[in-house]
């Protein structure tokens, strides 16, 4: 009997570790509403651009670009409470993009994850292998043309 116990509370304390862990991993990255000022433009590479749209409420990121009409000088923000993987699809989105994942603090970021030219209308979810608080998205091209790759600084004004 003693040994049976011992495996039960061994059980227990396992599955309540995983429950804390499971737990945390949710409350650190959970989309939710972005308080404060947001950022209104970004200058890379020497050039300045305005954001057309912004995305702070998980409903607005998740509407996104669908069923927008976007143009060469389309560019929206999603801003996030937290730093996480966070996942991007092209669901109603009628043209090809460029999705853009930076680590920022403050006023300064860096590119940490890059996605050129995805196909409109994907279903596929772009997981990024780094943690972002900001996802910038544009037509496709944008990137290659400003010379925006992995690790480019951005700053945000």
Do not use: C, H
């Not at 998205?137 to 010379?147: D, K, L, P, V, Y």
């Amino acid at each position: 009997m003693a040994l049976t116990g011992r495996i039960v509370v061994v059980l227990v304390a396992g599955v309540a570790a995983v429950l804390v862990i499971y737990t945390f991993v949710l409350i650190t990255a959970v989309p939710g509403t972005v308080e404060g000022p947001v950022p209104p433009s970004f200058t890379v590479n020497g050039k300045t651009f305005v954001f057309n749209y912004t995305a702070t409420t998980q409903s607005e990121r998740e509407a996104g670009l669908m069923n927008r009409r976007v143009t060469a000088s389309t560019t929206m923000l999603f801003a996030f409470p937290s730093f996480s993987k966070w996942a991007f699809w092209m669901k109603d989105t009628n043209t090809s993009l460029d999705i853009i994942w930076v680590n920022a603090t403050g006023s300064t970021g860096r590119v940490v994850y890059l996605v050129q030219g995805t196909q409109p209308e994907s279903t596929i979810d772009l997981i990024p292998n780094a943690p972002a608080n900001y996802v910038i998205e544009t037509r496709a091209g944008f990137a290659a043309s400003n010379g925006i790759t992995v690790g480019t600084a951005i700053q945000f004004s």
